[in-house]
């Protein structure tokens, strides 16, 4: 088959290892629908780093993670870990290979399923037909600022972090939102707290220089509080929301609830082009290792499997196929079948890997796409 693309897989801890399995078995029913070929290779990160080699990001993964043509991951922590130092836990590999990798856009799409939206804490006509991306700035903010620490003792003890941002980091982010809402309906929202924050400010000023550049863009600001309320009041008023660091992480995951379950929610991390022509770039879901649920086939491996299917499309330019990988994931959710997070009234109780192997086995059966 050809023809061949490298992927690092990186399976971390608690439930990774068994959503990337399933994410791994849609790749090969992928290859086999569409006659390309992929080599996998598997590295530790996160606590099985730190099991392996010492560190959270051992060296021999990140030069793979450099070398390979995309990334899949699972996710990374767990409780036993909880009493090292915060600089050596497992989280830190995820910070470290975003950072090594130059991965500072990360793509969060929010897309309900109408076969879900009973399973919403929200009304289903509030949820029904949401189809969001965020857009969030990855590796600067308050996440990476220096200084940062903590000092003192007793009543004076405190402890500080830095938010700072520069004008060339917003420009390469901002640029990101606005080639994505060109590729959508031509709608950004940028999202800050201006009235408050100094980085806020330069933030917006920078946006709106910007929107010069692309006339067709509809361009709105809005404070991230207010964004917060939103998202529960009319999420569908959204099309592409354009965050700083922090913002993002928290407006993303509340956006994953209108879906029902941060199981649903993928993402993908991009960097720049490098030297060779291809871009850095990591896939995995939003959601944590949930070491709780580790080894039980519960859990719910759709994010990690929407994660392949956005690596697909932007690593590999295989679109349609990504999309019949959405399709095959919508007939199995509308045949019935639901793990326990998006369980709801006349629905079937499947495991990980039975729904796993339920879409993947789907993906096999539908009609070729139809190219023009």
Not at 17 to 22: F, G, K, M, S
Request: overall charge negative.
């Amino acid at each position: 088959m050809s023809p061949t693309h490298t992927i690092a897989v990186l399976p971390g801890d608690g439930i990774g290892p068994e959503i990337i399995a399933q994410a791994v078995q849609v790749l090969h029913a992928f290859e086999q629908k569409f006659g390309v070929s992929f080599t996998l290779e598997y590295a530790p990160i996160g606590g099985a780093g730190i099991d392996s080699a010492g560190v959270p990001l051992p060296e021999s993964t990140l030069q793979l993670a450099k070398s390979a043509d995309a990334v899949l991951m699972g996710s990374v922590g767990d409780y036993k870990y909880d009493t090292l130092d915060p600089k050596i836990r497992p989280e830190q590999g995820l910070l470290q290979i975003r950072k090594a990798l130059g991965l500072y856009a990360n793509l969060r799409p929010v897309k309900g399923y109408d076969c879900l939206s009973h399973v919403s804490t929200l009304k289903p006509e509030v949820v029904s037909g949401i189809d969001v991306m965020v857009v969030r700035e990855l590796t600067g903010g308050i996440y990476f600022g220096q200084p940062r620490g903590r000092e003192g003792t007793g009543s004076e003890e405190k402890a500080y972090d830095t938010l700072v941002y520069s004008r060339s980091e917003i420009e390469r982010i901002a640029k990101v939102g606005f080639e994505m809402a060109m590729s959508r309906q031509k709608k950004l929202l940028s999202v800050d707290k201006a009235n408050v924050l100094a980085s806020s400010q330069l933030w917006r000023d920078v946006v709106s220089d910007m929107a010069v550049d692309y006339p067709e863009v509809e361009l709105s600001h809005m404070y991230v509080d207010n964004a917060a309320m939103q998202l529960i009041l009319n999420p569908r008023q959204f099309d592409v929301m354009l965050t700083e660091n922090m913002f993002g992480d928290i407006l993303s995951d509340e956006a994953s609830m209108l879906t029902g379950s941060l199981g649903m929610l993928p993402s993908a991390s991009l960097g720049e082009l490098r030297p060779d022509g291809k871009r850095n770039a990591l896939y995995e879901p939003s959601h944590g290792s949930a070491p709780q649920f580790a080894g039980k086939d519960q859990v719910n491996p759709i994010a990690t499997i929407l994660s392949l299917a956005m690596m697909l499309e932007y690593s590999f330019g295989y679109a349609q196929g990504a999309a019949q990988i959405d399709t095959a994931i919508a007939h199995v959710l509308e045949a019935g079948y639901r793990t326990f997070d998006i369980m709801g009234e006349g629905a079937t109780l499947v495991g990980t890997a039975e729904l796993g192997q339920r879409i993947a086995a789907t993906l096999l059966a539908l009609p070729d796409p139809v190219t023009a």
